[in-house]
């Protein structure tokens, strides 16, 4: 079964640092593009940014560039989305996703199954 | 950025009647090497990740019912439920694929009346 597991819930103060994963299994992880998708409660999705395991090709949306890193380790098949300081903005849950094509962005249609960051003094 | 925009933001529907979703986008999506539409749309219940429903903006992925079509070219989108059914009840996104950063519309929810 292709499918991509998350980790856990984190709460965590402003200012701490974080790395959440995605574990992609199923299918060849270096040839699928892995998005990041931010959701803040109540709203509506945003994208992050994208990689490309086999070579670590990384995109970000602007609106999170230098927020974020987003990285990969082919060797364990694991995608990382990752702060330095985390902000009480930046509560949401958190989604990574595959394309349903290989090397392509056509429509994410694996999605994980969310990573709820809590940021809170 | 491709800007999308949705409408409406929430619609009620009676059951077994039509549900119509349109999504606008701040510039072509349709790429005219291939004359392909870079835009899908997605179904998102409460609790749980999006759904892929429609890629190419006319694709229906496989086992999604075939109530669901999706229309459109260019610039402009429909996402159509033709017979709403109970379990339809989610929020409804467009999102375009065309170009970096990836973009989403705001989203659409959809009740029963």
């Known amino acids: 079964e292709v499918q991509l597991v998350q980790s856990g819930a984190e709460v965590k103060k402003p200012g701490e640092s974080l790395k959440i994963s995605c574990k992609g299994s199923?299918?060849?992880?270096?040839?699928?593009?892995i998005a990041w998708v931010r959701q803040m409660p109540g709203k509506g999705l945003e994208w992050m940014g994208i990689?490309?395991?086999?070579?670590?090709?990384?995109t970000y949306s602007p609106s999170f560039q230098g927020q974020v890193t987003i990285s990969a380790d082919k060797s364990i098949s694991t995608a990382y989305l990752q702060w330095s300081s985390l902000k009480a903005s930046d509560t949401a849950m958190y989604y990574c996703?595959?394309?349903?094509?290989?090397?392509?962005?056509?429509?994410?249609?694996?999605w994980g199954q969310g990573t709820m960051v809590t940021v809170s003094s | 950025d491709i800007v999308m925009t949705q409408s409406p933001d929430s619609l009620a529907v009676s059951l077994g009647e039509r549900a119509t979703i349109n999504c606008k986008s701040s510039?072509?999506?349709?790429?005219?090497?291939?004359?392909?539409?870079?835009l899908t749309w997605y179904q998102q219940k409460p609790g749980q990740p999006p759904k892929l429903l429609i890629y190419?903006?006319?694709t229906r992925v496989s086992g999604v019912p075939d109530r669901f079509s999706g229309s459109g070219s260019g610039t402009d989108f429909t996402l159509t439920i033709s017979s709403l059914q109970a379990e339809d009840v989610a929020v409804y996104y467009c999102?375009?694929?065309?170009?970096?950063?990836?973009?989403f519309g705001g989203g659409t929810k959809v009740e029963i009346k």
């Open positions: 999102q375009q694929y065309y170009s970096t950063p990836l973009t």
């Open positions: 510039q072509t999506v349709l790429y005219t090497s291939n004359n392909k539409n870079y």
């Open positions: 199923g299918y060849s992880f270096t040839t699928y593009w």
């Open positions: 990689i490309y395991p086999g070579d670590s090709d990384t």
């Open positions: 190419w903006a006319s």
């Open positions: 996703a595959r394309p349903r094509a290989a090397g392509g962005h056509d429509g994410f249609d694996i």
